[in-house]
C-alpha cells in the first residue's frame, strides 16, 4: 500500500514520519503526476486558503477531485475544510468529496485561536 501526503503547504512532515515509523510506504505528493501510484492521500493541516491557491496553481485541484471520486482522501484541519462539501465564514471553494459544511473561523481568526494565561517565574540568581 502506498500512502501520499499532500506537501504544498502545512504539516506534511508530522503525517509523512508517522507512517514511515508505521512502516507505511509513503510518499510526499507536489505534482498530479504522483497521484496515479497511490492507494490514499493525506491532506494535513495548514491554511486552506493558501493551500487551495497552490493547489489550483499547481494543477492539482481537478487531479485531487477525480482522484477523491475513486480512492480515500483523509484530511486533517485544513484537509478537512478542503474535503468538505461546503465552507462558510467566508465562503472558500473547495473539492467538495466529503458530505459535510464547515464554517471557517469559528473561535474566530487563526491567530487568536490560542490564547493562554502566562506565568513568569522570578528570575534566577
Request: hydrophobic share 45%; proline share 5%.
Amino acid at each position: 500500500m502506498k500512502i501520499g501526503i499532500l506537501a504544498l503547504q502545512g504539516d506534511f512532515e508530522a503525517h509523512w514520519k508517522a507512517l514511515r515509523e508505521l512502516d507505511v510506504d509513503a510518499i510526499l505528493v507536489r505534482h498530479a503526476w504522483q497521484l496515479g501510484e497511490l492507494d490514499g492521500l493525506i491532506i494535513p493541516g495548514g491554511e486552506s486558503t493558501t493551500m487551495l491557491k497552490l493547489m489550483m496553481s499547481e494543477g492539482l485541484f481537478e487531479a485531487l477531485r477525480e482522484f477523491g471520486q475513486r480512492k480515500p482522501i483523509f484530511g486533517t484541519c485544513a484537509g478537512a475544510i478542503l474535503l468538505a462539501r461546503r465552507v462558510t465564514n467566508p465562503e472558500q471553494e473547495s473539492l467538495g468529496l466529503m458530505d459535510i459544511e464547515i464554517e471557517r473561523n469559528a473561535y474566530g481568526r487563526q491567530i487568536d485561536s490560542r490564547v493562554a494565561p502566562v506565568r513568569l517565574l522570578p528570575p534566577l540568581s
